[in-house]
């Protein structure tokens, strides 16, 4: 732990370990992409975009925050009222599922560099592609695009493009 020179409160360190990989990042955004666009169109699930289909598939892959209102004891004008209230501080794209006197409000967590160490994002890239292929019967091998087609040509490099 180091400590802020200025108040002394103790600074959390960020964790060491083996940095993320770009290209794994990028495949995974292009298996997101390749689901997206071979989605079953008679799945119960119909995602509005990639964003929204990457974070239902985290999130049923176990890579989310659930949060729970338990309306038992509540009047219906409270229940209403709790809910709506969990639900404005709640990511703009969440899913919610009830069941008996429990509604639960499910966030995708973040998988920005910073919050998601390398190994966990393995972890996490596996699972989110058997959730694929469990929920669309795909596999995902067949779906991608080869590699050739992901990376750049060399004339679609910024560098020489003319301004």
């Keep these: 732990m180091s400590h802020c ?15 993320r990989s770009i290209p ?3 495949r995974y955004f292009a298996m ?9 169109e008679d799945h119960r699930f119909q995602p509005a975009t990639e964003e929204h289909l990457r974070k239902w598939l985290q999130a049923k892959a176990g ?17 209403i009222a709790a809910i709506s209230a969990e ?11 009830a069941a ?15 919050t998601l160490p390398h ?3 393995c972890g996490l890239f596996d699972a989110v592609q058997d959730v694929i292929e469990a ?7 067949k779906i991608m695009p080869p590699i050739s087609e992901r990376k750049a040509k060399k004339s679609e490099t910024f560098a020489q493009v003319p301004l």
């Design 63 to 79: 890579y989310a925050v659930i949060t729970s209102v338990e309306t038992q004891k509540m009047t219906t004008q409270q229940a």
């Design 119 to 121: 190994r966990d994002a």
């Design 100 to 114: 008996d006197t429990l509604f639960y409000i499910i966030q995708s967590k973040s998988i920005d560099f910073d």
């Design 24 to 26: 794994q990042h990028r």
């Design 5 to 19: 020179p200025h108040c002394g409160v103790e600074l959390e360190a960020k964790p060491k370990g083996k940095p």
């Design 135 to 141: 929920e669309t019967d795909l596999k995902v091998a």
């Design 32 to 40: 997101l992409k390749a689901t997206f666009s071979h989605w079953p």
């Design 87 to 97: 639900l404005a501080m709640a990511d703009p794209i969440h899913f919610t599922s």
